[in-house]
């Protein structure tokens, strides 16, 4: 079983920036693909960012490309996100979430097996 937990998230100015953090337990880290999606109140679970178990392959949702970025310590079993520039309509909650071992990183909320609890992004203007 895999335990993700999320950190890092709070309330920031509008052209401020965080950089969010996801921890995962058991040895097999290296091997899964990661990603963070988002949810707005009201609003669906969006994907945001995925990255390989061995961190040489990465994707991201077409709105959040330049300001967003994944990055993994596998020696830490930590996938990051940075963001840049924040927005009010970046307030959600961030969730990272693991593919089974082996698996290749995807765009698709339904692919991926496990989550954490999420970390509220609260961005004032």
């Known amino acids: 079983q895999v335990q993700l937990v999320e950190s890092g998230g709070g309330l920031v100015q509008a052209g401020g920036s965080l950089r969010l953090s996801c921890a995962a337990s058991?040895?097999?880290?290296?091997?899964?693909?990661m990603a963070w999606f988002r949810q707005a109140p009201g609003k669906d679970r969006d994907f945001l960012a995925t990255i390989s178990g061995l961190g040489s392959r990465t994707d991201y949702e077409d709105s959040i490309r330049g300001r967003f970025t994944i990055s993994r310590d596998n020696a830490r079993n930590t996938v990051y996100l940075q963001i840049n520039s924040l927005k009010p309509e970046d307030t959600a909650v961030y969730y990272c979430?693991?593919?089974?071992?082996?698996?290749?990183?995807?765009?698709?909320?339904?692919?991926?097996?496990?989550w954490g609890q999420g970390t509220q992004v609260t961005v004032s203007s």
């Open positions: 058991g040895p097999t880290f290296s091997g899964r693909a």
């Open positions: 979430a693991a593919r089974v071992v082996g698996r290749p990183p995807s765009t698709f909320r339904y692919e991926y097996d496990y």
